[in-house]
């Protein structure tokens, strides 16, 4: 895992400071089925909310966003009133690392922190959720029960919930549910929300598509379909990354339909505007970024090596291939980075 430097200290990326520790606060956990205690859909994270409050009397203080991130709490959970505890690795989108505003919760104020805690399985009864603060001090750990249901009307109505978020954000962490958790029946209903003839529920859809570190190779053709329709048209400010998102989408089914569709865009790719330049710079960056076997990476490496032979002499064309062929080739000698 990738180190973070702040001032001078080296720290670990999912924990954002060691002991000592300073401050003190009070956890208390509710969890997102309450009030109505239908329970937990099953296939999902259990989501909690730890209710933070400052009962010292400095001020606390953690990187990045509104609340702290997840790294900033130990989760750990057990099923069905077993004995052992197991750790788990709660997240909720909130950065850990990089450069950016941070919070403070001054004394007597308190903060709510969402967190999605994975399962290990798709266990189905009630699992206990026990939080406590890594670099707070604490008089001990907020434990939850939760009831876990693969009733229909409860998962449906969290799947939802997930959509509506894609289409309509209102809350960073239902945005991170939808790019990180999301089940086939999410992952399909955003897939044909990119294919929708509106830039605007197009690119929102396909910016959560973008985040998704794979896709099924089933949404490659609507995918593919999906880069014919967008890439050619103007962007709009309110389309912003449209192009970009959906061809590195697209790319991330591995789908040869997906992959014949860029593949041909490069080949077919016009000279001239500003914006032409721009688009083949895309082109040439999502395919050096795109998954795949060492057969892949030498197809995309040909594809993005025949500009030169369609603009010889053309010294932005040629920086562009070599920026491309060099990183690709890299991956090829390097599978593994």
């Given at each position: 895992?990738?180190?973070?430097f702040i001032?001078?200290l080296?720290?670990?990326a999912?924990?954002?400071?060691?002991?000592?520790?300073?401050?003190e606060?009070?956890?208390?956990?509710t969890?997102?089925?309450?009030?109505?205690?239908?329970?937990?859909p099953?296939?999902?994270?259990?989501?909690v909310?730890?209710?933070?409050?400052?009962?010292?009397?400095?001020?606390?203080?953690?990187?990045?966003g509104?609340?702290?991130?997840a790294?900033y709490?130990?989760v750990?959970?057990r099923?069905?009133?077993?004995?052992?505890?197991?750790?788990?690795a709660?997240?909720?989108?909130?950065?850990?690392?990089?450069?950016?505003?941070?919070?403070?919760?001054?004394p007597?104020?308190?903060v709510?922190?969402?967190?999605?805690?994975?399962?290990?399985?798709?266990p189905?009864?009630?699992?206990?959720?026990?939080?406590?603060?890594?670099?707070w001090?604490?008089?001990?750990?907020?434990?939850?029960e939760?009831?876990i249901?693969?009733?229909?009307?409860?998962?449906?109505?969290h799947?939802?919930?997930?959509?509506?978020?894609?289409?309509?954000?209102?809350a960073?962490f239902?945005?991170?549910?939808?790019?990180t958790?999301a089940?086939e029946?999410?992952?399909?209903?955003?897939?044909?929300l990119?294919?929708?003839?509106?830039?605007l529920?197009?690119?929102?859809a396909?910016?959560?598509?973008?985040l998704?570190p794979?896709l099924?190779?089933?949404?490659?053709?609507?995918?593919?379909?999906?880069?014919?329709?967008?890439?050619r048209?103007?962007?709009?400010?309110?389309?912003?990354?449209?192009?970009r998102?959906?061809?590195?989408?697209?790319?991330?089914?591995?789908?040869?339909?997906?992959?014949k569709?860029?593949?041909?865009?490069?080949?077919?790719f016009?000279?001239?505007s500003?914006?032409?330049?721009?688009?083949?710079?895309?082109?040439?960056?999502?395919?050096?970024?795109?998954?795949?076997?060492?057969?892949?990476?030498?197809?995309a490496?040909?594809?993005?090596?025949?500009?030169?032979?369609?603009w010889?002499?053309d010294?932005?064309?040629?920086r562009?291939?070599?920026?491309?062929?060099?990183?690709?080739?890299a991956r090829?000698?390097?599978?593994?980075h």
């Amino acid at each position: 895992m990738a180190p973070l430097f702040i001032a001078g200290l080296l720290l670990p990326a999912a924990v954002p400071t060691d002991p000592p520790k300073k401050g003190e606060v009070k956890l208390t956990l509710t969890s997102d089925d309450e009030p109505h205690r239908m329970g937990s859909p099953v296939g999902w994270p259990v989501v909690v909310t730890v209710n933070m409050t400052n009962v010292g009397k400095e001020p606390i203080a953690w990187l990045f966003g509104d609340y702290p991130g997840a790294g900033y709490f130990a989760v750990q959970v057990r099923h069905g009133g077993q004995d052992e505890w197991r750790d788990v690795a709660a997240t909720n989108g909130q950065q850990v690392q990089g450069s950016g505003a941070g919070g403070r919760l001054e004394p007597g104020k308190s903060v709510s922190v969402p967190l999605a805690v994975p399962m290990e399985a798709k266990p189905k009864g009630w699992v206990e959720v026990r939080v406590r603060p890594v670099i707070w001090n604490a008089s001990g750990p907020a434990t939850i029960e939760v009831g876990i249901t693969d009733h229909p009307p409860v998962v449906d109505a969290h799947r939802a919930r997930v959509i509506a978020e894609v289409v309509r954000p209102t809350a960073p962490f239902w945005t991170h549910l939808a790019q990180t958790y999301a089940d086939e029946v999410v992952t399909d209903a955003v897939v044909k929300l990119a294919t929708v003839d509106n830039p605007l529920i197009a690119s929102r859809a396909a910016y959560v598509l973008w985040l998704r570190p794979e896709l099924p190779a089933a949404a490659g053709g609507d995918l593919a379909a999906a880069v014919r329709r967008w890439f050619r048209r103007d962007e709009r400010p309110e389309s912003g990354g449209l192009r970009r998102y959906i061809v590195f989408a697209a790319l991330k089914t591995r789908s040869e339909v997906a992959r014949k569709m860029v593949i041909d865009l490069v080949k077919d790719f016009p000279p001239g505007s500003a914006d032409d330049v721009r688009a083949r710079h895309l082109l040439i960056d999502a395919l050096r970024q795109s998954p795949g076997d060492p057969e892949w990476l030498l197809r995309a490496t040909a594809a993005i090596g025949a500009l030169t032979e369609r603009w010889p002499g053309d010294d932005d064309v040629a920086r562009q291939v070599k920026w491309g062929i060099d990183w690709l080739d890299a991956r090829i000698k390097n599978p593994r980075h």
